[in-house]
């Protein structure tokens, strides 16, 4: 055989060679992404839930601070402290004293007539109330902001809630943590706040209601101070009582009242920002499917492709793996959806507080000037508290109608009419 024959076999031996490692490589590459595929879950109830670590801890009220568990979850403490960089818009906060001045006269005799600021990351609330210019006597304002207050609670029972202000004040350091929604068992959910506990249990018992969306409703809902005791309590039991007409129906039997207005002496009730009162009522398209951490956090996946539950809460707008894989097939442009929801929202919204300054500014005038007898008055300021309740029930939760556009609506509805009525007796 000929000594050129011999290479050429030679090369063919090599390049077969390459061609089978170039074969096998891209193979044991598709290997590698079917096994990351295969890590892929559809929802956060999917993930599994990792073994929880013994970790002790020396802080007082016995709350294990996240940084105390941050090496132990890592991926979810990191997404965990992104919340920090939630700073409202780029770093300067809506005023809402000065976007909608309105508020000045309707909540005139409380402190969101002159600070009412746009809601940020979680990691900010004990920053947030000490610079409040809100005035605050008692401890019971603390209830959403700290796990330690709610450890505190826990240990030492209600009467922490009554207790002065710079006491509790002093003794907290971790913000809105862990423990709030986990208790110390990081994945499993309790519901660690005393009111909410005794308002959902039943319900989260008989799966009614995800213990998940629950352990946001500890602080996105409308709650209340015990006029006698000074707790912290929902208006409601269950499910069944959280509709805007039963919750009123609830405050005007007992009479309860949170500010009275001083230019007309109407009691009025300041809702709070009742985000799962309005998701999980009447007309909600999505409450069976979907919990608040399905919007709000969704799944992440770390470098190793396993996924774990996404703590950094954010609009399910700006979460672009989330609306590709799951909100896609059914919404083709969720933003623009939203966006229209919302302007009409905030349009009505103005409307409506346009009127409340109205009867506001005609009825101190009416009771001033002794024009009505004192029958009508007192029919007059029975509409304009419910009416501004109605209104308030839209206004301060947080979706601007995106939650449920159904049940917004039915309340901007309720307080359109009722605040005709009390216009037509002002004529
Ligand atoms: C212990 C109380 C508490 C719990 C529990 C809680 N939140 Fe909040 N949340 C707050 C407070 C207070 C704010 C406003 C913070 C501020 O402005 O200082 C807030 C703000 C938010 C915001 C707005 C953040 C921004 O950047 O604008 C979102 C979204 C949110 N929460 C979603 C959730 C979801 C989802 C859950 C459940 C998984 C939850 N929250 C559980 C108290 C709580
Ligand atoms: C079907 C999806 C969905 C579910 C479930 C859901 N939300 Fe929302 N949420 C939204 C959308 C959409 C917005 C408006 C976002 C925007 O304006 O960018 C929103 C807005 C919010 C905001 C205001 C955020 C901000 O930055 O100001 C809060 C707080 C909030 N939701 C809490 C909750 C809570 C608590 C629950 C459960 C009781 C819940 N959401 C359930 C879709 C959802
Ligand atoms: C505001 C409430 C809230 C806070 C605060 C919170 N979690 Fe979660 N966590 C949830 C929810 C909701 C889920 C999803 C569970 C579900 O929907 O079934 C979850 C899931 C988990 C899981 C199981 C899923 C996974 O990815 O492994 C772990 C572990 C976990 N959280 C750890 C933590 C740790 C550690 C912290 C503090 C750094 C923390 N969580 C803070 C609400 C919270
Ligand atoms: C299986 C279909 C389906 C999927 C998946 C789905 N939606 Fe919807 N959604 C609907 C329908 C139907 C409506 C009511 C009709 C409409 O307004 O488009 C709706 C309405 C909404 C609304 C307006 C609610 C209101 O009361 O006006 C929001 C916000 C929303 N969806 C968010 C989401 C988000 C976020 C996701 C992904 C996490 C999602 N949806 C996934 C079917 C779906």
Redesign the pocket.
Known sequence: MDKRVKNKEWYMWVLGLALLLVVAASLGNTIKLTLLENKKVSS??E????EVPDVKTQRAYGVVS?EE??S??S???KS?MANSGNTGHGGVRIKYTETDPDIQTLYAGMGFAFDYTEAIG?NYTLEDIAETQRPHKLANCLTCKSADMTAMVNALGTSVYSTDFETVFAAVSEP???Y???GNT??T?IITHDYMAEAMKADIEAKKV???SV??AQCHIEYYFDPTTKATKTPYKGLTEISPDAILAFYNSTGFYDFVNPNTGVQMIKVQHPEFETYYGAGSKHKGMY????CH?GVAYNANGD???N?Y?SSPLDNKELLQTTCKMCHADLTSQVKAIQENTTKREKQISAMLVEINQKLAAAIEGGTLPQETIDQIKALDRDAQYYWDFVYVENSEGAHNSKLSNYCLDKAEDLAKQALALLK
Do not use: K, R
Request: net charge negative; hydrophobic share 35%; with cysteine.
């Open positions: 956060i109830a993930i599994q839930i990792p996240a568990w941050s132990y979850y991926d979810i403490y965990y979680h809105i943590s862990c709030n929604c986990h990081p994945g959910i995800s213990a998940s352990s946001c919990t608040c951490a399905d956090m996924p774990y539950a703590h809460l």
